[in-house]
């Protein structure tokens, strides 16, 4: 089969490679790249563990085609956190409130979370909810996982997290 010559810019870095037509990209994303925090839980859109920022928008990696990010920019989990190592909000935000358990949702929750707080800054509960409505956590701590939005969403915007009343 004829391969393409991809190129894209992901987390900052210019990359390209030679994919298959057919080949997703997530698996360019993992397999090429090996960058294998962006995890593959289904490969049917339906849990969200492969989501990636694209351009701007959160995109389930599985669900499109490598070809299709020509050009585009792209941001995994290993491009979350600052240059020099310091955890963005998001990733402080989930260690401390365990947004977490066996993690395998993460890397998808924190990189869809990013999206949210940049199109919501300030989002309620039922916003947070809503917004990761695309992503399942098999591990059902969806209760962690939203306080630990709602504490990165506070650090982000100087102010102290209070935790809601239950
Ligand atoms: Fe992409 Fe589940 S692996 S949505
Ligand atoms: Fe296990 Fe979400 S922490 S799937």
Same mark, same amino acid.
């Given at each position: 089969?004829?391969?393409?010559?991809?190129?894209?810019?992901?987390?900052?870095?210019?990359? #390209? +490679?030679?994919?298959?037509?057919?080949?997703?990209?997530?698996?360019?994303?993992?397999?090429?790249?090996?960058?294998? +925090?962006?995890?593959?839980?289904?490969?049917?859109?339906?849990?969200?563990?492969?989501?990636?920022? @694209?351009?701007?928008?959160?995109?389930?990696?599985?669900?499109?085609?490598?070809?299709?990010?020509? +050009?585009?920019?792209?941001?995994?989990?290993?491009?979350?956190?600052?240059?020099?190592?310091?955890?963005?909000? @998001?990733?402080?935000?989930?260690?401390?409130?365990?947004?977490?358990?066996?993690?395998?949702?993460?890397?998808?929750?924190?990189?869809?979370?990013?999206? @949210?707080?940049? #199109?919501?800054?300030?989002?309620?509960?039922?916003?947070?909810?809503?917004?990761?409505?695309?992503?399942?956590?098999?591990?059902?701590?969806?209760?962690?996982?939203?306080?630990?939005?709602?504490?990165?969403?506070?650090? @982000?915007?100087?102010?102290?997290?209070?935790?809601?009343? #239950?």
């Amino acid at each position: 089969m004829s391969k393409h010559h991809l190129q894209l810019r992901i987390n900052g870095r210019d990359v #390209e +490679g030679l994919v298959e037509p057919r080949t997703l990209l997530v698996h360019f994303i993992r397999e090429t790249l090996g960058l294998t +925090g962006t995890h593959i839980g289904c490969d049917t859109s339906h849990c969200g563990a492969c989501t990636v920022d @694209l351009d701007g928008k959160s995109v389930k990696s599985c669900t499109i085609f490598a070809v299709q990010a020509e +050009g585009a920019e792209v941001t995994t989990i290993e491009g979350i956190a600052a240059p020099d190592g310091t955890l963005h909000a @998001l990733q402080e935000g989930f260690r401390a409130m365990h947004g977490l358990q066996c993690g395998y949702c993460t890397p998808g929750m924190i990189v869809r979370a990013y999206r @949210l707080l940049q #199109e919501n800054p300030n989002p309620t509960e039922a916003e947070i909810r809503y917004g990761i409505a695309g992503n399942l956590c098999r591990c059902t701590g969806y209760q962690n996982i939203v306080r630990s939005i709602q504490y990165a969403a506070a650090k @982000l915007n100087g102010v102290p997290y209070v935790e809601a009343a #239950e």
